[in-house]
């Protein structure tokens, strides 16, 4: 069993334009139970000939028992997409949406707590479960391979060249998560680090920060004091000037503790390998691991 | 998104914020003009979208409408150079002309937003008119922090509790208190990233108000914020940003490098800069093209990268998500072939539909040198830039 | 506070609600114009506080510009007498002029407060142009509810949900879910206690729209709209109860009583008010002199009654809490001055210096009955309004 | 021990004005220990010359211990004194303001939900406990005297009216409590009538409410269901037409069940003993207590 997807994931896809509906066809071409899709106008149609499209989440949760939910649509529509669809229930709750207001975020996370859904995004590219081969977002299920090294970023195509260099390496993956590059998002480092400390499938992670935030120095801090399995780390960004939005709407370099070196100088202190450049997290962790 | 100051000030002013007297100048004559409205004493600000402008000659401090005039007239069709302009400055097209207040204390207010409390924050002190970054370096517990409340807003007794924190004298507590409400509002309805005042004046005739005032806007929101947009002045961006920005791409011109980088993602985009550093080169720009480019994007991504000057090769790194690495192909040779470049590329493709990507630029007869990780790109790199490539 | 419809019409359209093609005439010429303008075929409505104005003969649909300015003709500087108006109707000033539109289907929305809830409602029906109490009545499975979130507000989706289960066409739901959002932003921002929209139409052109529009204010939250009472009909208000608003009084004439009440809180008034059936009366007005009134205003609260043609005896019942029983005397006595009434008074004063307030009316010569309590007061309006009171 | 407020209540006041300071002298001569007060621009001074009074209520809180707070403050800063003291921790709010505006009680009352914090009112008269003569509120504290009746009502003054006739017939009260005349209020009925059951000094319960809403719905539904102890009753406005304000902002009859019939009907079918008019429900209690 994957931390957060697995055999037994019952997904439902919302928004199901043009993007949304290639990536919710990789996710079912990988392997991934799609019981539903929720999109306007298209109630009562079949995605791909086989999965039900609803008008309403609520209406497809009741209707398919889906226990997972991914958002596509538009990020002026996604603070509501997320609401509706832990208003419907759902425990996860994963949100690739790209560029949604930081205040619609605010009040969006308020709301949240204290609710039983967890939220991944959003800005994130999904996570990954390769031994059950259930994929919930955009990561390219090709380049994983089966196996105990959990992977956790900020990115979403770093995290594929980091997945790619442990692959090539022979090391496989037990699950991996995007948690996205927005300021406020749901699911952040800590989180994460908890569930693969306490995951079976897991030896060792990978974790990969960058620039803007002190997200990577509450990590650290949790890793010194809960963490017992190998923690390989790289941080991005050590080129990127002060004040400047570096693509992600969370990275800035706003003050000291956004710097990459602050954070790598945190990693480091908490006993955390951190690759000397992203170009070599596969091999960092093949030395880590011994191989 | 940047605004200038007398753009602030004028929304500001709108939610109720106390500001002095003041009207933009694009000519010395207007200035003079304002400066005879307001009784002389003015102050004549250049409008950049930059700080430092006092210590650059930016802000002049003069008794008469004459001197106004001559003051203006210094400043207007110049580019102003600053610590945080680029090189060669950035244009004064406009001048802010504002009545002088007698000051007794000038204090420092701003409301950012603040990812770990997951809200906005009011961060204020006593310490105004100098850099915040010093007060935070120097005197860190002169800084009073509020998390705003997303059900209830900033309650006007924070508020309240800030004013007299930061030493707002007890009878003006009151209308400070209701300027810190209203700056909290400029923030929250429109959207803004920032709303800094600094300095916070307490005048001796017992005002309170805003003396200069910067606000940035989320650029995220401003799709349901048109009116903002018409406040843009492009102008005082860097062209290649504007011309990226304007194309709907996250690209940052970095200075004095000169290995253009066209990536996908904004994580992977940083790792690509920070590899160069391998190379014995610099990045001249980050670039994420972002989620679901289509050609024509990738195409003009291309050309920006090609524009610039300081470009001497192209290190691109796609890896197929959203984006299907055939489309980005196709998007670079439509750019190759537009501008008719002889570049170098070094070319990573990973991911969704990588081979046929691969195989549209080989087959187009561009100049790629291709690599299979980031690694690779890096030794690559270095045999494009040359042996030496430490003098790059 | 109400408004007019016109008014209502302009504040929705303010917030991009769709509405009917419209104009205020105060004269039948400008109806006449109006009518031009429009195509000739138009809704003539007068523009009076009540609803049942259809059966009342205060709506008119007309063909042609002329028939537009006789039915103004017929409505302008008359009292339109509906189910909800006083008996002597309420003064027609101005009519709305509005196109008319084909109309596929008639629903209803709208907003309220709900204390269960403790939150804004909205409610929508498929069965609009109708009462919707009477919906309510006979079919409420066909009223949808939804309470707004106070952190985050109608949510789209919600909207979006509510406009599908009340029959909206599905290429309408969009504007449809746009249209209720922007009906409870009126009502959260202006602090409306009533939005209704009865009948939001689909036309046949396919469009949605609110045909007629009803919104009324929260009282207690007008000190922070002011361009709200600036729109303020008092005309269509009962001449004592805007007396008596003007003054600060929570008064409200009854009809058919001829006991003047005086009382402070409002459940103390009530149950002087239903105490008059006890004596075979009944009361003439609610009065809540509230909490720390003063002197004048007491004294202008018995004016108000004393004028009231329909008054014999006044009925004092005051329980001295932030209220001083002294000071209300003393304001009585002010009033009867003032007014000379020679009015029987039946007086209960219990609670802070109460006796010092009974002793300043007896020392004021007025003719006043004092009782106990409750009770007593009961049986001392008997007596006063003579043996058979249950002729009153 | 009373059921809020006793001889171990150490009373806060906010807003000194004019009425405030009359009022909270009052509480002070009846016997309650005002230990603070809270109002802008007198930090340092005392009340009476012997009450420290405080800029905000998070210092006065601090300074003396204060564990009942009392709002006295203008209708338009009402919501915000509310929070001020939920933030500082009070156990126990009362708000006498009138005329809070409505808006203001739905985020106030959704912020301090799942808070330490009671709200009673705002538009209340507060309560009163005689036995300790602890007094917060305006309940004027001559007409009560020490007994096993519990008195809870929306009204202020109504609420006099009640108290004196218990007294006058030789029946004593254990608490007293107005819980305000507005729609949204914080402590409901349906609270104090789970208190007044569960309180050893109370046998007899009187409850007075009036037209608008349904709370006195909830009351007889509750009291049939949970409270042994008996129950006097009278519902007000019985002469008030129907869509007209009666002072309280709650006091409307919007529909059916806003009608003071079918409230009277709702508390007879839940066994209590509605008074036939307000004027006699001192003599109803005497009735069903046998006196």
Known sequence: ???????????????????????????????????????????????????????????????????????????????????????????????????????????????IEGKSSRLLGPNCPGLIHPSSRAKVGIIPGNILSEGR??????????????????????IGQSTCIGIGGDPLHGTTFVDV??????????????????????????????????????????????????????????????????LASEKIRGLKEAGVHVAESAAVIGAKMAEVLGR | MNIHEYQAREILESYGVSVPRAGVASTPDEARQLAVEFGGRVAVKAQVHAGGRGKAGGVKLVQAPDEAAEAAAGMLGTNLVTHQTKAGGAPVRKVLVAELTDIADELYVAITMDADAKAAMVMASSEGGVEIEEVAANTPNKIVRHAVDPLIGLSPYHARDIAMKIGVPTDLVQPATGLITNLCRVFQELDASLVEINPLVVTTDGRVMALDAKIAFEDDALFRHR?????????????????????????????????????????????????????????????????????????????????????????????????????AARGIVMGAQYTGTQMPLVVAMRGTNANEGLQILADAGLNVTTVGDLGEAATALTQVLGADGSNA
């Open chain 2, 227 to 327: 009116e903002i947009l018409d406040l843009e002045d492009s102008e005082q961006n860097d062209e290649l940003e504007q011309k990226a920005h304007d194309a709907g791409l996250a690209y940052v011109k970095l200075d004095g490098g000169r290995v253009g980088c066209m990536v996908n993602g904004a994580g992977l985009a940083m790792a690509t800069m920070d590899i160069t550093k391998t190379a014995g080169a610099a990045p001249a720009n980050f670039l994420d093209v972002g989620g679901g480019a289509a050609e024509d994007k990738i195409a003009e991504a291309f050309e920006i990268i090609v524009s610039d000057d300081d470009v001497e090769v192209i290190l691109v790194n796609l890896f197929g998500g959203i984006l299907r690495c055939d489309v």
């Open chain 1, 193 to 258: 680090l908890e569930m693969f400390e306490n995951d079976d499938e897991t030896d060792a992670i990978v974790m990969i920060g960058e620039i803007g935030g002190t997200k990577e120095q509450q990590a650290a801090e949790f890793i010194k004091n809960h963490v017992t399995k190998s923690v390989v780390g790289a941080i991005v960004g050590q080129t990127a000037p002060p004040g400047k939005r570096m693509g992600h709407a969370g990275a800035v370099i706003t003050g000291k503790a956004a």
């Open chain 1, 149 to 170: 090294v959990g992977v956790v970023s900020r990115s979403g195509t770093l995290t594929y060249e980091a997945v790619m260099q442990l692959t090539d390496l022979g």
């Open chain 1, 1 to 111: 069993m994957g931390i957060l997807v697995d055999e037994n994931t019952r997904l439902l896809v919302q928004g199901l334009g043009r993007d949304g509906s290639f990536q919710a066809s990789s996710c079912r071409a990988y392997g991934t139970n799609m019981v539903a899709g929720v999109h306007p106008r298209r109630d009562g149609t079949k995605f791909e000939d086989e999965v039900p499209i609803f008008e309403t989440v609520a209406e497809a949760v009741e209707a398919t028992g889906a226990n997972v939910g991914l958002i596509f649509v538009p990020a002026a529509g996604a603070a509501d997409a997320i609401i509706e669809q832990v208003d419907a229930g759902l425990p996860l709750v994963v949100c690739i949406s790209e560029g949604v207001p930081v205040q619609d975020m605010v009040t969006t996370l308020a709301y």
